[in-house]
């Protein structure tokens, strides 16, 4: 999941982006954030800022900033590009359930719910390993 992104700049100063890319670091390298800023009226996660005295303006394919005498710092969560969240409904047959596990992982942080309440108390599961090499994985009773 990609997390909050932008850009700052000081007051009087300006700068300008372009083909800004942001990339997982691990093959096969996805594409997590990037914007088309050729042509057409802007409506990517910036454009609510994009309006005269903000400070941002596309402009020739590129983010433009002035910082004029306040300076900018404008930041998006662009998390229409995260990782699905993955759910599922099952049925028991109506008896009692004797023991129940779930084993979890996956290509970065997660948090498991069940019922609606959360799994575990545990934060960035699965915890740091290099996800082209191992997976590390917990176990939870969820009997209860």
Not at 21 to 42: C, D, K, Q, S
Not at 85 to 107: C, E, I, P, Q
């Amino acid at each position: 999941m990609l997390c909050d992104i932008g850009f700052s700049v000081g007051p009087g100063q300006n700068a300008t982006f372009r083909d800004v890319t942001v990339r997982n670091n691990r093959v096969p390298n996805n594409i997590l954030f990037r914007e088309n800023l050729a042509g057409g009226a802007y409506t990517g996660i910036f454009a609510d800022f994009a309006r005269p005295g903000s400070g941002f303006s596309i402009a020739n394919g590129h983010y433009a900033l002035a910082g004029g005498a306040k300076g900018v710092f404008l930041v998006r969560d662009p998390s229409h590009n995260s990782a699905p969240m993955l759910r599922t409904t099952f049925k028991t047959s109506g008896k009692a359930v004797a023991g129940a596990r779930l084993y979890v992982t996956a290509r970065g942080i997660y948090e498991i719910f069940l019922n609606g309440k959360r799994v575990g108390d545990g934060y960035y599961n699965p915890g740091l390993t290099q996800y082209n090499i191992t997976h590390m994985y917990q176990t939870y009773d969820v009997a209860p």
